[in-house]
């Protein structure tokens, strides 16, 4: 009984033995990265106090994010990562009455939005100088946002030839240019219809210098490269011993069309384009090029030095210039590493015709004598951004992280994960000559899971990442609406805004700063009511006119404090102007029967609620 | 008694010392600072207005902070509580003010050449006279801005006295009320004459044969 007893309790201890191995062999709940980022509770105090910044206090960096298709920016502070503002660029924008008055509505055209990518902050001597920030959108259109203010105050576009501006707003290191470029070649001019089997001759793609006015920032047509059909996707200006040049990198150079996730993935590389930016300004000048939808357009077969092509690692996205000009990135995204060119070698090959072949003339130099180094960063490269010590960081859309690696030596030092799949990567003041290196912040295409839920809409992430140290930190998640393509960060003592419209600088003809001037004018039907917004009244208060009229209604705040905010809304008109404190608007409409109350909408005093009038139209 | 004012009458018949002559003429000079500097400074803070609001008041001019934004501020304030506006046109005392500082200025010059006790004690009279005149002229004026208050104000407040020296509450406002250069010259001059006139007539007691 006893040798029965025993034996059976062995056999349930080899059992239990098995099923506990069995378990053992269960999957993790989490991925090794998740269960290793568990814990370390003291790495979360350092990353909550160097993020905390006290009610009050300022932050030491602005961001300025691209909205994506929202075809806003959005302005954060950084280290808090705390939302301020947003800037209505190519979409109307009603909290800042912006898109309703005669002079924005007149600025957005006939489109109300825009695909906002790339935002360029103004640069002198390759570093930032907080005048304007350039931004791009995929219409073929360039913003001028003054940073005096963070106003939009220029749209120049659609420019003739461009389609789908992708690879854009990037600036030359003194702002003499912002550059476009084709993401969807089409037969130029546009309006032209050719059947998609002539792609790979018919098709072009354009690259466009837009030159910048040194004093106001007014932006105007330079000039125009026509392109073999490739689609242009990033950009960078050379800078220091590269600065002349600009740099593109491009994808399909199969020129292929239909499913092009197969058909334009064929070779293994495609190129980065440099375009002799000071060459093309000369020729532009010299009037030279064929008219082609109303620019004068330059064709690199006839003018021999102005283009060459880099092979690149397959389907690149980012080409960024290190901080002394000599080394150029390039990131092929469906590789595992990042290329690095040497300018110094690409002049020599150029020089000695060290040519692999051509592209509708344009000479292709050989990968071999230009290349300095294959780094290893890991999957997908995408983007690379800079620091101090000679780093360099790339984000990887594949493997979701950040990887650190060190120009020169090609070693990769560090990678930190990022949720999830981060797109581009901006450092502070990291596409300068000086980059600062303390901050980085990962711009994700994917939230999932890290914030309370909203529904299947989700936002994207900004993931702030500590680089002072040897090893790269994540110190805080923030949420963005789309989308965030690409970011610039900014010292804050850079910029200065101002924070009323000086009544002096108002020359607006029809302002007005006294209540007893405040007036309603006819000329045969048309109407100018001349209208002032200060605490807490709209004077006029009421007015009279007849349907049918013509009616603009010029509005002056004449606050001199600052937010001292007024609006205009009109019930029934989509009529919604604000007023900063020393600004004129007008808005014009056609008056319709009927009595129609308006008032202040932008909160504004004890009184506010009674700012408020009627507009009678008999 | 007549002996009295018979030593009276000579002890201010009594020249002055080159020290007091001096003294008088400080005080002349000080008057200058009226021309200069303000008189009066009048701060407000309120939690919408953590760096305050101030008024700076000159003999002949209000200046507002904030390269004079302030006053326009506390215009559109005010007129919540029905307050007139404050306009430089609205104080006759910026007429007369920096008038009167001139002719006493003068006096006191004259006083200094001429040299006598008695006249120094007539621009000292002078002085304190005026400077209790315009104290309460100010303190008068700000009696007026806060009583007489329009009945059709949006805000019905009490009518209410500013604080002419030291801080008050009011409403949401901490009012801090001080005087500035050209008072304390003021003042400083006036303490110039006094202690020029103690010393003259410490003098001119001494010089005097002891009454019989």
């Known amino acids: 009984m006893s040798w029965i007893r025993s034996r059976s309790a062995a056999w349930a201890t080899i059992g239990v033995l098995a099923l506990a191995l069995f378990v053992s062999r269960c999957a993790p709940s989490a991925p090794k990265e998740a269960r290793k980022a568990a814990g370390g509770t003291s790495d979360i105090a350092v990353a909550a106090q160097k993020t905390y910044v006290a009610p009050g206090d300022l932050d030491e960096y602005y961001l300025f994010s691209s909205g994506g298709h929202s075809g806003q920016i959005y302005v954060f502070g950084v280290p808090s990562m705390r939302h301020i503002s947003t800037i209505p660029v190519f979409t109307p924008y009603p909290a800042t009455g912006y898109g309703f008055d005669d002079d924005s509505k007149k600025m957005l055209g006939n489109l109300t939005w825009g695909d906002v990518h790339h935002p360029a902050l103004s640069e002198t001597n390759g570093d930032y100088d907080g005048r304007w920030l350039f931004v791009n959108e995929m219409n073929g259109r360039v913003a001028r946002i003054d940073l005096r203010d963070f106003k939009t105050r220029q749209i120049l576009g659609p420019i003739p030839n461009v389609s789908g501006n992708h690879a854009s707003a990037f600036v030359t290191p003194n702002s003499e240019y912002s550059v476009m470029a084709s993401r969807f070649s089409i037969p130029i001019p546009k309006g032209t219809a050719v059947e998609i089997a002539k792609y790979a001759t018919d098709f072009k793609g354009v690259i466009t210098g837009i030159k910048i006015d040194p004093k106001s920032g007014e932006m105007s047509f330079g000039w125009q490269v026509v392109m073999p059909p490739f689609n242009y996707d990033l950009g960078d200006a050379g800078k220091k011993v590269s600065d002349g040049w600009v740099f593109f990198t491009s994808y399909n150079a199969e020129r292929a069309t239909g499913k092009l996730e197969v058909t334009s993935t064929q070779r293994d590389r495609d190129y980065i384009a440099m375009v002799d930016w000071k060459m093309a300004e000369k020729l532009a000048a010299e009037g030279k090029g064929t008219l082609i939808g109303g620019v004068k357009v330059l064709n690199p077969k006839e003018h021999p030095g102005l283009v060459y092509l880099l092979p690149c690692g397959k389907s690149p996205h980012g080409v960024d210039v290190a901080p002394d000009g000599n080394w150029i990135v390039g990131s092929g995204k469906l590789q595992g590493v990042t290329t690095v060119f040497n300018f110094e070698k690409i002049q020599t090959a150029i020089r000695n015709k060290d040519f692999t072949g051509e592209e509708d003339g344009i000479p292709v130099l050989k990968y071999e004598s230009i290349k300095d180094a294959e780094v290893p960063v890991g999957l997908g490269p995408l983007h690379t951004q800079f620091g101090t010590d000679g780093y360099a960081y790339t984000s990887l859309f594949v493997d979701s992280a950040v990887a650190k690696w060190k120009l020169g030596t090609w070693e990769v030092v560090d990678k930190v994960p990022m949720s999830y799949s981060i797109g581009h990567l901006t450092s502070a003041e990291g596409d300068t000559v000086s980059p600062d290196g303390n901050y980085l912040v990962g711009l994700n295409k994917l939230s999932h899971g890290r914030h309370l839920s909203v529904g299947p809409s989700q936002p994207e992430s900004s993931q702030l990442v500590d680089i002072t140290d040897e090893k790269m930190k994540l110190l805080y998640d923030a949420f963005t609406e789309p989308e965030p393509h690409y970011a610039q960060m900014v010292k804050a003592d850079k910029i200065k805004p101002i924070e009323v419209y000086p009544k002096e600088e108002n020359t607006h003809p029809h302002a007005i700063w006294d209540v007893k001037d405040a007036s309603v004018t006819r000329n045969g039907n048309k109407v100018l009511v001349k209208m002032i917004a200060v605490r807490s009244t709209l004077t006029p208060t009421d007015f009279e006119i007849k349907d049918g009229d013509e009616v603009t209604i010029a509005i002056t705040n004449i606050e001199q404090t600052t937010d001292e905010l007024h609006g205009l809304g009109i019930l029934d008109y989509n009529i919604n102007i604000v007023v900063d404190p020393g600004e004129t608007k007008t808005v014009t409409f056609k008056a319709k029967r009927g009595v129609f109350p308006f008032y202040c909408t932008n909160f504004c005093s004890a009184l506010h609620q009674e700012m408020q009038g009627y507009m009678i139209v008999r | ?212």
Do not use: C
């Not at chain 2, 009048?42 to 609001?53: D, H, I, K, R, S």
């Not at chain 2, 030291?166 to 001080?178: H, P, R, T, W």
């Open chain 2, 1 to 212: 008694m007549q002996a009295i004012f018979a030593r009276l009458n000579q002890s201010l018949a009594r020249p002055l010392g080159a020290a007091q002559r001096l003294l008088v003429l400080g005080a002349a000079l000080l008057l200058v600072a009226v021309y200069i500097f303000p008189l009066w400074n009048l701060t407000m803070f309120a939690p919408q207005y953590p760096e305050g609001l101030r008024l700076d008041i000159y003999s002949y001019k209000l200046v507002g902070g904030n390269a004079g934004q302030d006053v326009h501020e506390i215009n559109i304030l005010n007129h919540y509580i029905g307050m007139r506006d404050l306009v430089t046109d609205d104080f006759t005392e910026f007429k007369w003010l920096p008038f009167a500082v001139g002719a006493l200025g003068l006096l006191y010059l004259r006083a200094a050449v001429m040299g006598t006790v008695g006249g120094l004690l007539d621009v000292l009279v002078l002085n304190v006279y005026f400077s209790a005149f315009a104290l309460w002229s100010f303190g008068y004026k700000m009696y007026v801005y806060g009583h007489n208050l329009a009945p059709t104000a949006a805000v019905r407040v009490d009518p209410f006295m500013p604080p002419l020296f030291g801080a008050k509450q009011l409403a949401n406002f901490e009012v801090y009320s001080y005087p500035q250069a050209a008072a304390y010259a003021m003042a400083l001059s006036s303490l110039l004459l006094v202690v020029a006139l103690a010393a003259a007539w410490r003098r001119a007691r001494a010089e005097l044969p002891e009454a019989a």
